[in-house]
């Protein structure tokens, strides 16, 4: 019996299966690795500005406390409910790990959909939860972050009203801030830049040039938006990118900096042109260099996975294929190279992790040395993660998510069962 359920908790209980078969861990121990360490469900009710009250469900899940305190995102979507949030704190135990952080997983959110409340709504919701959540979360037990639907104001109201209750400015409460409240410098963009930095990697293994090469871009908030930019950068066409309005397809290559400014301005990428505009269903299957699914999980099923055209699939979002679409990829390990999620995307955490410092250290860097490091420790993850997958003979996901996991259990088994 557990209190966790849905296709997304399931779906991080079967991959945490596989990795436990490959590594043969005792079916005893399996459970005390896997299992979330608390979940913590809150109504936070708020004034409309209709005069009416309405209560919104929040949720948050921290997966364990074995190597620090935990780290993970706050997720405003309709879909959120206790089973997704524990799989997306799982997942982030694994992706902590792997990169060497001094982190357990953990995740939150609210069964809100943000655009459809005001801003004032949005600040009153965003600080009640916060309140409801503060006899559990602390710098030193539970550091929040950002994630789909929530963003750097979100954050700051997070921060505020931890600070109200604390009597005193506890700017390491929260990750993903602006840089006018403790924030640091390349956080905004680090998932993305992070995406494309391992994108580009791969390309050069594969000695396909950069110059030319084409992209398409599923999801166009934080992360997609950032990677699509870098990508741009480096002298990738991207030629299709999507978001939940539409998507958009240009075989000549996007503008990607004015898609850019028409999104931040406008909140997504409608209205920006109606000769581009494509069918967001046939996205992902389209032919290109480098696929980055950006937007929310699932979306890589068995039927999607064995029509891929894309050389390397790089997973910016979470989760975003099932383990019916991995086994399909195993089979066509040398058509499409696959950089999984919990590496894919970890820049954020990484940079989550300076700000962090940062912030308990008052002593703050130049952007180019926080780009300088979250690079080093991509490429190390990287060259680990390729080293492994070698070695064992496995798909670069298990031998990720094996770091990962195994790292977990070392630090569990040599600090022993309390009591
Ligand atoms: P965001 O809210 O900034 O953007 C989400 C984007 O997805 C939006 O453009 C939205 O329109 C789009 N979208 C939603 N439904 C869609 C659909 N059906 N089809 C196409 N696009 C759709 O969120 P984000 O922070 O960019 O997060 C995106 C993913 O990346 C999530 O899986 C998140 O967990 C993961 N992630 C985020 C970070 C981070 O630092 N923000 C770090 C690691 C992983």
Known sequence: MTVYSGPVFDMAVNQFGVIADHLAIPADERDRILMPKRAITVSCPIHRDDGTIAVYEGYRVQHHLTLGPTKGGTRFAPSVDLGEVAALAIWMSWKCALVGLPY???????AVDPTAISKRELEALSRRYMMEMIPFVGPHTDVMAPDMGTNEQVMAWFMDTYSMYQGRTVTEIVTGKPVASGGTLGRREATGR????LARRVLKELAIALDGATAVVQGFGNVGSYAALELHRFGLKVIAVSDHTGALYSTAGLDIPALVRHASHHGSIKGYSTEMQCDPAGILTMPCDVLVPAAMERVIDGKVAQQLKCRVLAEGANGPTTPDADLVLEQRQDEVFLIPDI????????????EWVQDLQQLFWEEEEVMRREYQILDRAFDQMLMRAKV??????????????????????TRGLFP
């Open 104 to 110: 357990g997983g953990a995740k939150g959110g609210i």
């Open 194 to 197: 992070g995406v494309a930095h």
């Open 343 to 354: 590496l894919c995307n970890s820049g954020g955490v990484v940079v989550s992790y300076f």
């Open 392 to 413: 064992d003979k496995v798909s670069h996901r298990t031998a990720a998510m094996a770091i990962g996991v195994e790292k977990v259990r070392a630090a569990k088994n």
